[in-house]
């Protein structure tokens, strides 16, 4: 095998695993309001349909070379795609926050569980669909082989799976990092909107501060984690 294939196929598992962080965070948000019963059929569910729909991106933009050609003024179907999806991530990471600090919820709503259910696979779809514009377009950049961008979204999603509950379940049960999380949404709708305006937006810059906040959060929580267990809190 071509050691260029296998040296290509690595690189693109990585992208698809640094792109892999957005989806959790998508996934746990969009499951957070279904029975905690629910959530890792949801997740699976999700996931393995989003993966589908990748695939299906992947071959529709072979098929389309169009998709980078200006349709409506300067905007192409890529950069349509992009400003909507990144409105409604946007739109949902600010609404979940408001929920959370007001503390609003929604168990009260009249929607059957089922409807939450769909509702949540549906929004996972179609959020993964607008991730997958520029991670496939990267991909079909470096190949043609669509062996090594197919092996690389399954590995990818495949590892996802392997982690979703476990980072769901730890964003879930601290409030600190769930708002941690949607402000990520919040940073990462804004820039997937500009890139659809054509203001690109380097990874680096979005990336290297959410690794620092969460840094120092995680720190934080393990400084109040080692009071607890002295038992410092309870003597103040």
């Known amino acids: 095998m071509d050691a260029g294939l296998l040296a290509t196929l690595a690189l693109l598992i990585g ?3 640094v792109l892999g962080i957005d989806n959790i965070l998508v996934i746990t948000i969009m499951v957070s309001r279904l029975p905690e019963e629910m959530r890792q059929k949801a997740r699976i569910f999700g996931l393995v349909l989003a993966m589908v729909a990748r695939l299906v991106m992947l071959f529709v933009i072979l098929a389309l070379a169009s998709m980078e050609d200006p349709i409506i003024g300067k905007f192409s179907v890529r950069d349509l795609i992009l400003m909507v999806g990144g409105m409604f991530l946007l739109y949902k990471a600010v609404t979940e926050i408001h929920h959370m600090v ?10 059957s569980v089922s409807s939450k259910f769909t509702s949540a696979i549906v929004q996972i779809i179609l959020l993964d669909i607008v991730f997958s514009v520029d991670s496939v377009l990267t991909a079909v950049g470096l190949t043609r082989e669509l062996w090594v961008i197919i ?11 392997m982690f979703a509950k476990q980072v ?3 964003i879930m049960n601290n409030p ?3 708002i941690l999380a949607l402000a990520f949404l ?6 997937i909107f500009l890139e659809g305006i054509h203001q690109h937006v380097e990874k680096a810059y979005i990336y290297l501060p959410m690794g620092f906040a969460l840094g120092i959060q995680l720190l934080q929580m393990r400084y109040h984690a080692n009071r607890k267990k002295r038992g410092l809190d309870a003597e103040a």
């Open 15 to 17: 992208l698809e695993l």
């Open 186 to 191: 919040v940073t990462i709708g804004t820039t």
């Open 151 to 161: 092996t690389a979204v399954i590995v990818s999603f495949a590892t996802i799976l």
């Open 102 to 111: 007001e503390l609003k919820e929604e168990d009260h709503s009249n929607k």
């Open 176 to 178: 600190a990092l769930k």
């Open 168 to 170: 769901g379940e730890f």
